[in-house]
């Protein structure tokens, strides 16, 4: 399995209360002893609002992981250039707007800050909301070379509006089912017929703040739920090929 959805939370890099929360303590080693028993062989290390535009927890943990593994990160709208790069020869792949609980670059710099990520190392966009908000930013969404969604949109209404970014080639993660108030069967069956290679499963490891943690059934859900012929895809090749792993 590629984990297309993870944090890591190591004390020792600088960390920011976000409305009072502090997440606790997930190692990579932490990580590895909970994955590794599920099959996974890689993964995308995802940033917190908790870990605003540090970079030296994800690098450090990008190390520990190995090449199999990339990261998501969040950065300020004025981001060298030459740090862009940087980052990717690190195996950071995408940058993430975290419009939910913040910490990261406003919308007000999504358009700009995507584009230039992408012409400089072709990486893609993501973004943790509630689909319910779509509408007015699917103008800019659907211009974007490649962007995905966090934890299949969050909600039942809006998944309309997700359906049809999926139309102009967006990607959703099939994670943090706790997050999301819908029946996640029907709505990872109607991702998937609208495009088959949309779906990115993860386990949202360590689940902060989620409602109801991952659990290994949740894997066994998209497996049941998609079949033999779309979930393999959907468990490793989809977000394999999304996040273009240095090994």
Request: charged residues 20%.
């Amino acid at each position: 399995m590629f984990d297309a959805h993870l944090h890591i939370v190591d004390p020792r890099f600088p960390l920011v209360a976000n409305h009072g929360y502090l997440p606790p303590t997930f190692t990579t080693a932490d990580y590895l002893a909970r994955a590794v028993p599920l099959g996974v062989t890689g993964g995308a290390v995802v940033s917190g609002s908790f870990q605003g535009f540090d970079q030296t927890y994800l690098l450090d943990a990008l190390a520990r992981l190995g090449p199999a593994f990339v990261g998501v990160t969040q950065l300020p709208p004025d981001v060298p250039d030459g740090r862009i790069a940087e980052l990717d020869a690190a195996g950071v792949r995408a940058i993430r707007f975290n419009v939910r609980r913040g910490g990261s670059a406003t919308l007000d710099h999504l358009d700009r800050l995507a584009r230039r990520v992408h012409e400089i190392a072709g990486w893609h966009a993501e973004l943790y909301l509630d689909a319910r908000d779509l509408p007015d930013l699917l103008p800019v969404l659907t211009a974007l070379p490649r962007v995905s969604i966090d934890h299949l949109g969050l909600s039942r209404e809006g998944l309309p509006h997700l359906l049809r970014l999926v139309e102009h080639g967006a990607r959703v993660k099939a994670t943090g089912f706790g997050r999301f108030d819908a029946d996640v069967p029907t709505t990872l069956r109607a991702v998937a017929a609208v495009d088959p290679q949309a779906l990115l499963a993860g386990t949202d490891l360590p689940s902060t703040r989620a409602p109801r943690p991952f659990r290994n059934a949740d894997l066994d859900l998209v497996a049941d739920t998609l079949g033999p012929d779309l979930a393999p895809a959907v468990l490793y090749d989809n977000a394999h090929a999304l996040y273009r792993p240095r090994g």
